[in-house]
Every structure is written in C-alpha cells, then in structure tokens.
C-alpha cells in the first residue's frame, strides 16, 4: 500500500518514485502546487475508493498526511519496509511510533526549509519551486529572466492606470482590461485571461521588486518590470 501511495504521487508529480517518502511534501518536491496538489487529491479518491473532505485536503502537507488520513478511511496501510500491516493490534503501536518520528522528522526539515528560505529573501534571492509570475521565465543558465509575456503585464499596469484617472468602477475597469487583452489576442498562459488573473498581477509587487516569506519583506535582485504599482 505504501508503494501504491508513493508510485501515485509520483505519478502526478512528474517525479522518480524513488524520490518519494513520507516528508516529500510542496517544501520538497517543485510540482507540488497548488493545481497538482487537487490533481493527487482526486487520483487519491479514485484509487481507494474514498471521499476526502475539504478539511483534510486543506491539511494534507505531507505524503505522512496522506496516509493518516486514508487510515481514518479505512484503507489499511502497509509498511514494506517494516512489513506489518497497521489494522493488526500487535503491530499498532509501532505503526503510530513510525507515524510520530515521521511527524517529527517533518517538522524538523520544514524548520530548516523555512529559516533558508527567509535567509534567501533578505539577501534577495529566490528559490522559485512553484510557477514563476507571468512575464518571468527560468532560462538554462539557471537565471531567471523577463520573457516575451512582460509585455503584456507592462499593458495591463499602463491601462489601469489611465482607467484609474477616469470615475470607473473596480469591475468597470477589469472589464474593460479583459476586452483589450482580447482584442490584442494576449493570453494568459494559453488560455483566455478571467478577472482573478488581472487581480492576481495588479496585485503582485514582485513587478516592482519586492518579495516577500512569512514576515519578512525585502527588495529582490531580479529585473522588474514596473517602477510603481500606484
């Protein structure tokens, strides 16, 4: 069983099963978004036959998640590794023993994640696991650059600005952005941009050279592609 876990995880995540464990989690694996995170929820639910509820997809972080919670379904799980299964009584406590270290371990390795990441931000570095902003791609040398789609966020900033000049409602005006962009054929990763992407991008001050984790803000040292969000 937990063969099948991981090879499901992989599976969604484009990744080696080798590099699947219990810690593997978004802080560990760079496909792990938000998108692919909903992607492994409903391959989870079709393959043992289970409806997870929106408070546990909420709280899945780990792959040690997972299995907790197909344990509160029923689904018995079975250590290869170990060999015992976690339905037997004899073998509970030291089912709950693994499951506690790999609470802890967990724990451990997204303490030291966290603190170098923050450490990243205030030297304006950033490791970018998930997707880049639009306008941003990562080139082969490693660094990460403003591509050809930095002009159409340039658009979207200009246009706002002349719209905010005018008396217009916030609806108004993202209506009247979104008809542009569709006049000028600009899409939003392939697809039609919707209201929540303008927002998203209006909203995002990596533009202008911020970035920011936890509490911590600070200027980034990458190429920005407007000098105010106002």
């Known amino acids: 069983m937990t063969n099948n876990i991981y090879a499901i995880v992989a599976k969604v995540f484009s990744i080696p099963e080798s590099q699947v464990n219990d810690q593997s989690s978004p802080e560990n ?8 995170g909903l992607i492994l929820v409903d391959e989870l639910e079709n ?10 997809i909420i709280d899945v972080k780990t792959v040690s998640d997972i299995k907790r919670h197909l344990k509160n379904h029923n689904v018995e799980l ?7 299964r976690s339905s037997r009584k ?27 990441r923050k450490m990243k931000v205030k030297m304006g570095v950033r490791g970018f696991g998930g997707t880049l902003p639009l306008g941003y791609s990562k080139y082969s040398d490693g660094e990460i650059r403003p591509d050809g789609n930095s002009e159409i966020v340039k658009y979207i900033f200009k246009k706002m600005n002349q719209l905010n000049k005018r008396n217009l409602t916030k ?12 006049n000028r054929n600009y899409t939003y ?5 919707k ?9 995002n001050k990596f533009y202008i050279g911020e970035m920011s984790y936890g509490s911590i803000t600070c200027n980034h040292n990458y190429d920005t592609l407007i000098s105010t969000m106002d």
């Not at 609806?171 to 569709?182: D, G, R």
């Open 90 to 116: 004899e073998h509970q406590m030291v089912f709950e023993i693994m499951m506690s270290v790999a609470a802890y371990e967990k724990s451990i390795i997204k303490s030291r994640l966290s603190s170098g």
């Open 189 to 193: 990763k392939g697809k039609c941009f």
């Open 47 to 56: 393959h043992f036959n289970i409806k997870f509820s929106i408070s546990e």
């Open 78 to 84: 079975i250590s290869v590794s170990e060999g015992f």
């Open 171 to 182: 609806t108004k005006k993202t209506q009247t952005i979104l008809k542009l962009l569709k």
């Open 29 to 36: 694996i760079d496909s792990w978004d938000s998108f692919n």
């Open 195 to 203: 209201k929540w992407n303008i927002k998203s991008i209006l909203n």
